[in-house]
């Protein structure tokens, strides 16, 4: 057990690194960066703890975190040359460039919304959105588990500046963070999306908030290898913090 690891040896490094996998697997991934960064305090070169952190952010701002049940499933031999049939399944949906289903039977309104921004299908976002009032449910502000992604966040990694639009006009926060504390233009910025950046800086978005790690949207353009977009974000800023001057 990986909490009792920690407890009997809290300064082991190790422990911290087993602990911070432990909660990823579990969708705990904002305790797991927790752990990782405990780790590090005691061993700050440790190549796993760097590791295991670096994975996981990657991985969050990219929006590719395991579910549950994937990150459980059991390895072996068999399981990863021959796919269960469902897993076949997906994966020839994924060929022909299909979609998976939205609003299905059982899902809630907050996960038909997030499964809807994430496709970009904003009649279906519209039809959520009016059940979801109907209903006295807020699906605005509505969080997806594990990486907190709003629909502006999925709206800015996708590039779709309409639905974003959209987004606005209903009410969405432009600057509403995810497990991250980062912002729909942080996400954007991180897949190297200019027409979401340039959008969201048009409409209200605040580039100079940070992310838990304390990164602005322009570190995560730069990490992205995208100087160009931290740049337009940093002149952004500029002409912002002029703007409050001269008043």
């Not at 605005?140 to 629909?151: E, V």
Request: proline content about 5%.
């Amino acid at each position: 057990d990986a909490q009792k690891c920690v407890e009997l040896a809290p300064n082991w490094a190790k422990g911290y690194s087993r602990k911070g996998a432990a909660l990823v697997l579990v969708g705990k991934f904002k305790e797991a960066m927790r752990a990782y960064r405990q780790g590090l305090e005691l061993e700050p070169q440790n190549a796993g703890l760097l590791k295991g952190l670096s994975d996981l952010k990657e991985a969050l701002r990219a929006g590719e975190v395991p579910t549950v049940e994937e990150a459980q499933a059991p390895k072996t031999h068999a399981a990863q040359s021959k796919p269960q049939p469902q897993q076949a399944k997906s994966v020839e949906a994924r060929s022909r460039g299909s979609r998976p289903p939205t609003g299905g039977k059982g899902l809630s309104f907050g996960q038909r919304w997030i499964d809807a921004a994430k496709n970009g299908e904003r009649e279906e976002m519209e039809t959520v959105l009016e059940e979801a009032k109907e209903a006295g449910t807020d699906v605005l502000h509505f969080k997806q588990k594990g990486i907190g992604h709003t629909a502006m966040h999925w709206a800015a990694a996708r590039g779709e500046c309409a639905l974003m639009k959209w987004l606005l006009s209903v009410g969405a926060d432009p600057n509403a963070l995810n497990s991250s504390e980062a912002t729909p233009l942080h996400t954007a910025a991180a897949q190297g999306q200019a027409f979401s950046v340039s959008f969201l800086l048009a409409n209200g978005v605040d580039p100079s908030l940070k992310n838990e790690d304390g990164e602005t949207a322009a570190d995560a353009a730069n990490a992205k290898k995208r100087p160009d977009l931290a740049h337009e974000i940093e002149a952004h800023l500029s002409r912002q913090n002029d703007a409050i001057a001269d008043d």
